[in-house]
């Protein structure tokens, strides 16, 4: 089945401990790309990958980095966590510039 | 960047009934995305458009890159469309950079 993986899928930690999202896809998707959402604030764009080894800033990149060095994953890395990085995150995978995006199930992070 | 507006920010309907969701941008674009976010949580992508209009059983959206305006119709409503429509844009010089509406939340009732 073609899908978006995300692990974990709920994450209480405290502030300044370092912790990584994963993000793995099964359709050979070039393009990948993090999102965070907030209540009242929507979908914002964290960093984006246009193919192993690329990666480029988003909207809202500060405090997170990234990584591609496969084709199939794509983690989120949070350094040194604060509370203000409490959100939702989605991960989304698509073929080059096809229309069609598809999303991960979300992973809700709460950094106390 | 890229400031993307839509209206209603909240909507109820009756099934059955013709709805309409508007999203307007401010700067070109070369792409316009419009998702759909279930009561769980998920997101799926529901059209892609860079000019004109495009059709998916009940659901209908067009765009007018003139105006810099889009909308989401769905026709005859039902209560298992109630969920989260979002509108999202690719500017013209943001490569593949998406800028997203704070979304529209739709409930159908039966």
């Known amino acids: 089945e073609a899908q978006v993986t995300q692990n974990p899928r709920y994450l209480i930690t405290v502030t300044g401990k370092k912790l990584t999202v994963t993000c793995s896809q099964n359709m050979n998707h070039e393009y990948m790309s993090w999102y965070r959402q907030d209540p009242g604030l929507g979908l914002r764009q964290i960093y984006y990958?246009?193919?192993?080894?690329?990666?480029d800033k988003g909207d809202v990149p500060e405090g997170y980095k990234v990584s591609r060095k496969e084709k199939r994953n794509f983690p989120l890395i949070l350094e040194s966590p604060s509370p203000n990085q409490t959100s939702l995150y989605f991960c989304?995978?698509?073929?080059?510039?096809?229309?069609?995006?598809?999303f991960g199930p979300g992973t809700r992070l709460t950094v106390l | 960047k890229n400031e993307v507006e839509q209206s209603p920010q909240n909507l109820t309907a009756q099934e059955g009934e013709f709805i309409t969701i508007n999203c307007s941008y401010s700067v070109g674009i070369s792409a316009l995305h419009w998702l759909q976010q279930h009561p769980g949580g998920g997101i799926v992508s529901l059209f892609m458009l860079s000019s004109g209009k495009k059709k998916h059983g009940r659901l209908i959206a067009t765009i007018n890159i003139q105006e810099k305006h889009s909308s989401l119709h769905i026709t005859a409503s039902h209560p298992r469309d109630s969920a989260v429509y979002i509108c999202?844009?690719?500017?013209?010089?943001?490569?593949?950079?998406?800028?997203f509406g704070k979304g529209t939340s739709l409930l159908v009732t039966p």
């Open positions: 990958s246009m193919n192993v080894e690329v990666t």
């Open positions: 999202a844009v690719r500017g013209i010089n943001s490569g593949y950079a998406l800028n």
């Open positions: 989304a995978s698509s073929l080059g510039g096809s229309p069609e995006q598809f």
